[in-house]
């Protein structure tokens, strides 16, 4: 059973590289990012597609680090209020 599930684990990871090569191949063309006055380089889709992926992976977690120690500061807080 855990070779099966290894296999399976193995097969899914080359899926989404595989996705992802292809991804990143079919969309080469050029562009350049707009806001307000800024105005970014010309790069791949791709690149700043996942660009943007990475980082959002990378903030996700951090901002739900930061909430909870603010609800389990905030709970601290409240038990030693009734206590």
Do not use: C
């Amino acid at each position: 059973m855990r070779d099966f599930k290894r296999v399976v684990l193995v097969v899914f990871g080359l899926v989404v590289v595989l996705g992802t090569v292809m991804f990143i191949l079919e969309n080469q063309q050029p562009t350049s990012l707009m806001f307000l006055v800024w105005r970014s380089a010309e790069l791949p889709v791709s690149l700043i597609f996942i660009a943007g992926l990475l980082l959002g992976m990378a903030i996700g977690p951090v901002m739900g680090f930061v909430a909870y120690k603010r609800k389990a500061a905030k709970l601290k807080r409240s038990l030693l209020a009734h206590s």
